[in-house]
């Protein structure tokens, strides 16, 4: 079955130290998302790549940073200049903008 | 700008009972609406989209939600609440700016389902 895949599921950082969430997804989708999401907060747009090697940043883009290489991957990092960066992240494709999003089941990361 | 307002955090109903989830928009376009539902822990998954054919859309599990432009809404309705119902519902907008599009999400509403 295809679908999208992130990884880990759960992710500790320790302070000044780089963090990179993995996110596959076999749809053959041209649209990728990584969302923030935080209790009461709903979604919060990172980064999103409308095609490969091309991305723009969304609403809280600071303190993170993605390639897009492949059609296939779209992996996120969480930088040491992201301050506040606890909370669940979920990875999303469409096969076109404006067309449904399909979302993968999330990567919780946490301080240690 | 588009925006997506959720009338509600928090919406408590017994089983058996209508479910009702508000959601208002704002479009300077015909917008593309959307619900998804997630439960604990999970990705989000699609209930339903309008995408500016028939104005009521039915989604899945017995879901369905009406387009009224007059009332810039799109809420979200079941007849009959079941358990399995519980979870976190996220109403959610197209957004194009510069040649990019995006969906643009509400705060989310969380149903919690009581016997």
């Known amino acids: 079955d295809g679908g999208i895949t992130q990884s880990p599921k759960y992710l500790f950082r320790k302070e000044g130290q780089n963090v990179t969430l993995s996110c596959e997804q076999n749809?053959?989708?041209?649209?990728m998302y990584w969302y923030r999401q935080d209790p009461g907060q709903g979604l919060r747009l990172i980064y999103y790549?409308?095609?490969?090697?091309?991305?723009q940043k969304g609403d809280i883009a600071e303190g993170y940073s993605v390639s897009r290489e492949k059609k296939e991957s779209f992996p996120l990092t969480v930088t040491s200049a992201q301050k506040n960066p606890t909370a669940f992240y979920l990875c999303a494709s469409s096969k076109q903008p404006y067309q449904p999003q399909h979302f993968g089941d999330g990567t919780r990361l946490s301080i240690l | 700008a588009q925006s997506v307002t959720q009338l509600g955090s928090h919406v408590s109903v017994s089983e058996g009972a209508l479910v009702l989830l508000r959601c208002n928009y704002s479009?300077?376009?015909?917008?593309?609406l959307f619900w998804y539902v997630q439960y604990p822990n999970q990705g989000l998954q699609l209930l339903l989209k309008?995408?500016?054919?028939?104005?009521l859309v039915k989604g899945i599990n017995g879901f369905e939600a009406e387009f009224k432009k007059s009332e810039t809404s799109f809420h979200l309705t079941k007849p009959s609440a079941h358990m399995s119902d519980a979870a976190e519902y996220f109403c959610a907008v197209s957004s194009s700016s510069g040649g990019y599009n995006k969906l643009i999400f509400g705060a989310g509403t969380r149903l919690a389902v009581h016997p």
């Open positions: 309008y995408t500016s054919a028939a104005t």
């Open positions: 479009s300077s376009v015909p917008p593309y």
């Open positions: 790549s409308q095609i490969v090697n091309d991305f």
């Open positions: 749809l053959n989708h041209d649209a």
